[in-house]
């Protein structure tokens, strides 16, 4: 019988490159048909191993999701970034591999983020979607999140509606 090991801990400098690997294929697969393809190409290229090893030596909260020895998933949170919406804390980024979805990990994964945002201070937190991203706005709502705030981003040629979702402690 073998034991496959699931752990959630912070992200280490070693763990760049499988870090990118599975941002890689998390926001291809997330984005397929809803971001431009060369902006997407774009966003991907951008987040290459040397950007994530900066992001963990300066010290920014990455989560890991690890399973076995494979990275699963991931999330980076800090303080929220829009002076306008009163909640301290911001969930930037959560994003599973396609295989580890709908399998409770991304509650796991937020639960971690949310208590580490508190931990550090930070009352109530923020998390924004693209608003045709349905699995994650189907995702944050299923958490209890309310819709507070919407606005727009631009890929390309392409302007895309974004919500936020909050938690207020
Ligand atoms: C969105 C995402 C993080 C959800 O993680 P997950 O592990 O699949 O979700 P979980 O299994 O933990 O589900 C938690 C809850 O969300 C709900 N949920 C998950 N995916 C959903 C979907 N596609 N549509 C509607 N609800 C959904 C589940 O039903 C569950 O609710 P319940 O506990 O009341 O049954 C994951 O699917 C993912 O990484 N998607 C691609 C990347 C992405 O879009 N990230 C968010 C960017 S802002």
Avoid: C
Avoid at 39 to 47: H, I, M, P, T, Y
Avoid at 54 to 78: K, P
């Amino acid at each position: 019988m073998s034991t496959v090991l699931i752990d959630i801990r912070r992200a280490q400098p070693e763990d760049a490159v499988a870090l990118a690997e599975a941002h890689d294929e998390a926001w291809r697969t997330a984005y397929l048909g809803l971001i431009p393809g060369p902006e997407l190409d774009k966003l991907v290229a951008r987040r290459g191993p040397s950007w994530w090893d900066a992001a963990i030596r300066r010290g920014s909260r990455i989560a890991l999701l690890v399973f076995g020895e494979e990275i699963a998933g991931y999330s980076n949170y800090g303080r929220n970034r829009a002076k306008s919406l009163a909640y301290g804390g911001e969930v930037y980024e959560l994003y599973l591999r396609p295989e580890y979805q709908g399998l409770g990990f991304g509650r796991k994964l937020f639960a971690m983020a949310k208590r580490d945002l508190v931990q550090a201070g930070h009352s109530g937190l923020v998390v924004w979607a693209l608003s045709d991203n349905d699995a994650a706005v189907g995702f944050y709502r299923a958490l209890g999140g309310r819709a507070v705030a919407r606005s727009t981003e631009r890929f390309g040629a392409k302007v895309l509606d974004k919500v936020a979702f909050a938690w207020p402690r």
